[in-house]
């Protein structure tokens, strides 16, 4: 085991003879372990080590990206719009919600509110875009119609977003949720 200073964090790392190949990293304790063969040289430890912080600072970043206050929320709402719906879908407000269960988001046309389930924090940012993209274009058409899923399509990511969403839907329905007949695959509001 072998500790080393890196200028933002404290590195362990822990070299394994039943480790053949793989090399892992995660936080302990404030600072970084990682976990590494024996059999590796000092220079393939220096670039797994570099590799694997780097790795572990980009999901941390992606992960405080995806926790955005309902602030960031509203700018990159706005910039969906502008990018896919020529800026014609404006919210009055969004936010993060802890009550939906059932859906990955919801709006509101009347009061032009919108909402996005808490659930979709950690997931991918092209997925949390998808849902946004899908409610901003409930301001502009407020049923499931062609028109709307045109609208929808606009987003380049659709399809991809779509897919994922369905699997986490598949892989958690399982014994909690019977087949919801009443939302088409997918659907987010």
Known sequence: MRTASR???????????????TVTAYRENGRTVVLIPAAF????????VDQMVAKLQTREERKRRNLASDE?????????SDAHLDGRAVPASIRWVDNQNRRWGSCTPADRSIRLS???RGMPEFVVDYVLVHELAHLLEASH???????VRAYPQADRALGFLEGVEHGSAGASRPDDDELEPGAVD
């Open 7 to 21: 200028p933002d964090t404290e590195v362990e790392v822990r070299r394994s003879a039943r480790r053949r190949r």
């Open 41 to 48: 040289s000092a220079a393939e430890e220096r670039r797994w």
């Open 72 to 80: 960031d929320l509203m700018v990159r709402a706005l910039e969906l």
């Open 118 to 120: 808490s659930r979709l």
């Open 145 to 151: 119609d062609e028109h709307f899923w045109a609208l």
